[in-house]
């Protein structure tokens, strides 16, 4: 086993390089460089570009006698595979010593998700909350989307505002990846958009002279320019105690969740799930075939004739 460098110095290259070669966002990076850096600090005074199989078993094995849940050891196993097949390539080491390791396997879990009338329940409340008439038009259309599109709660946030220009019917989002697909949008989404965008031009046009105008559809004075997931998430919070609903129950993943579930329930071919919510394998969205087989099973118990 030939090493060439530490794993310290190879970090800042590695992350350049999923950035580069695979679009990856600074969440993707910075837990990449969390679970990574997890490992170096385990291997404590020994070299972590030196590590071999053993030691990263060692180290799965100690994560599971922490009780991390299996999707933890499992992504962080992940995290140490591609780091090392990196290493590999570019030819730091000779071997790779991940390669052989088989991960914890991942228990298929139903996505929790919400029914009608609780998607309803959130929509109405968010009509009314916020301090102000452009507050409530945005966390209206907020919402609206977000129900009617089933985007992940990034795509939604950092959406370009010339994305939604002239009331489309369909819209370009730019998903994992760096992978683009097009999304409608429904009459009621459509309808917040309009009142929402009329409030946030307004709103532009007030700024002092001089300030360059936001590209996004969501502005704030965040780092990024745009309304933050944090900020989202605890917003939706709130609407929720409005709604009458259970804060811990909801989540904007929920309502993605209940986008696809949804559209199931309503006759929609999984394919076209898969493309709707950016899945690049069909196996992603296959977890929502619980919808299918509830289904299925009502159409025996209904349509059979000895039923």
């Known amino acids: 086993m030939s090493v060439t460098g530490t794993a310290e110095r190879w970090l800042p290259a590695f992350l350049d390089a999923l950035r580069a070669e695979r679009d990856a966002s600074d969440n993707t990076l910075a837990a990449y460089a969390r679970d990574i850096g997890l490992f170096i600090e385990h291997m404590g005074h020994r070299p972590a570009a030196e590590a071999t199989r053993a030691d990263i078993e060692a180290w799965i094995a100690a994560l599971e006698a922490e009780g991390l849940a299996t999707t933890t050891r499992a992504r962080r196993l992940s995290a140490i595979r591609q780091f ?8 730091w080491r000779e071997d790779d010593p991940a390669a052989l390791i088989r991960g914890p396997t991942k228990p298929r879990t139903l996505p929790g998700t919400l029914t009608l009338g609780e998607v309803d329940r959130l929509l109405a409340a968010a009509r009314t909350h916020g301090r102000t008439e452009a507050e409530r038009l945005r966390n209206t259309a907020l919402l609206e989307m977000l129900y009617a599109t089933g985007l992940r709660v990034t795509e939604l946030v950092s959406l370009p505002v ?5 009331r489309p019917r369909m819209i370009l989002v730019k998903g994992k990846g760096g992978r683009d697909r097009m999304v409608p949008l429904s009459e009621d989404a459509q309808d917040a958009l309009t009142a929402w965008l009329e409030a946030r031009d307004a709103a532009e046009d007030a700024r002092p002279r001089g300030t360059p105008p936001s590209r996004f559809l969501f502005p704030s004075r965040s780092k990024a320019g745009h309304l933050t997931r944090v900020s989202f998430f605890l917003m ?7 709604a009458g609903l ?3 129950k909801i989540s904007p993943h929920k309502l993605r969740h209940a986008f696809a579930t949804h559209l199931l329930q309503g006759g929609a071919d999984l394919r076209a799930i898969q493309m709707l919510l950016g899945h690049a394998d069909i196996s992603t969205t296959e977890i929502y075939t619980h919808v299918l087989d509830e289904r299925l099973k009502e159409l025996v118990l209904e349509k059979h004739p000895l039923a």
């Open 246 to 248: 259970s804060p811990g």
């Open 162 to 166: 010339a994305a939604v220009r002239g």
């Open 84 to 91: 090392f097949r990196f290493a590999q390539a570019e030819g």
């Open 236 to 242: 939706l919070k709130q609407i929720a105690v409005e």
